[in-house]
Nanobody, 123 residues
Framework: QVRLVESGGGLVQAGGSLRLSCAAS????????IGWFRQAPGKEREFVAA????????YYVDAVKGRFTNSRDNAKNMVYLQMNSLTPEDTAVYYC????????????????WGQGTQVTVSS
C-alpha cells in the first residue's frame, strides 16, 4: 500500500520553472515505479513522465522531453518533477501515481494515485 501526496504546484509565467514533489508513505516505496500524469480543463488525463524503482530509468513524452526531469530519493520516499521552460500548454492538474510493474504510459497500469496539484502557466 502506498499513499501519495503531491505538492509544489502554483502560478508561474511562461518560461518559468516549478518543481513538483510527490511524497509517499509506505515501507515498500522503493518497489514502485512512479508516473506523472496531467489533466487540463476539458481534456483527458495524459501521461507525462515516469521513473523506475531505482531512479536510473526515466521516460518522458515528447511534449516535455528536454524540459522536465524526473528524480527520486528512496531514502526520503520522495519523487520530484523539475519543470523548466513552462508554457501555457503545460497548465493542468498534475498527479503522481505508483505501480509495482514498471514504466507504463497507461493510467490503468497505476494502482495508487495522489490528489493532484494545480500548475498554471500564464502567457
Amino acid at each position: 500500500q502506498v499513499r501519495l501526496v503531491e505538492s509544489g504546484g502554483g502560478l508561474v509565467q511562461a518560461g518559468g520553472s516549478l518543481r513538483l514533489s510527490c511524497a509517499a508513505s509506505g515501507r515498500t516505496f522503493s518497489s514502485f515505479t512512479i508516473g506523472w500524469f496531467r489533466q487540463a480543463p476539458g481534456k483527458e488525463r495524459e501521461f507525462v513522465a515516469a521513473i523506475n524503482r531505482n531512479g536510473l530509468g526515466t521516460y518522458y513524452v515528447d511534449a516535455v522531453k528536454g524540459r522536465f526531469t524526473n528524480s527520486r530519493d528512496n531514502a526520503k520516499n520522495m519523487v520530484y518533477l523539475q519543470m523548466n521552460s513552462l508554457t501555457p500548454e503545460d497548465t493542468a492538474v498534475y498527479y503522481c501515481a505508483a505501480n509495482g510493474w514498471g514504466i507504463a504510459r497507461g493510467s490503468r497500469a497505476y494502482e495508487y494515485w495522489g490528489q493532484g496539484t494545480q500548475v498554471t502557466v500564464s502567457s
